[in-house]
């Protein structure tokens, strides 16, 4: 469940995720903190990102995965490969084949 959040003085959308299942739990914990201007700021991991938008599927979303993985090779594939399978298991739709069709 996500609350789109739009900043009024600065127009910067912030995207609250709320987390229901194990997976979002998981991914919340994986989370980067960033401080920025003091204040402590949770990003989520580049896997998790990777994941999301694989999950989602539109084309922006694949595109976006796509460059991720060109500049950051080294992400952790099994990560991303065991919570696709998991999460197309749910919804029943094969993610780790939409990762395959789009050369991911």
């Given at each position: 469940?996500?609350?789109?959040?739009?900043?009024?003085?600065?127009?910067?959308?912030?995207?609250?995720?709320?987390?229901?299942?194990?997976?979002?739990?998981?991914?919340?914990?994986?989370?980067?903190?960033?401080?920025?201007?003091?204040?402590?700021?949770?990003?989520?991991?580049?896997?998790?990102?990777?994941?999301?938008?694989?999950?989602?599927?539109?084309?922006?979303d694949i595109d976006d995965v796509q460059s991720i993985i060109r500049k950051?090779?080294?992400?952790?594939?099994?990560?991303?490969?065991?919570?696709?399978?998991?999460?197309?298991?749910?919804?029943?739709?094969?993610?780790?084949?939409?990762?395959?069709?789009?050369?991911?």
């Open positions: 469940m996500v609350l789109p959040v739009i900043d009024d003085k600065s127009n910067f959308r912030i995207d609250f995720i709320l987390s229901f299942t194990l997976y979002e739990k998981d991914a919340i914990s994986r989370a980067n903190i960033i401080k920025i201007d003091g204040t402590e700021v949770s990003f989520c991991s580049l896997e998790d990102m990777i994941i999301l938008k694989v999950f989602a599927g539109r084309p922006r950051n090779p080294q992400f952790n594939r099994q990560l991303v490969m065991d919570n696709l399978r998991e999460l197309g298991k749910a919804i029943d739709v094969d993610l780790i084949s939409r990762m395959i069709d789009f050369n991911i």
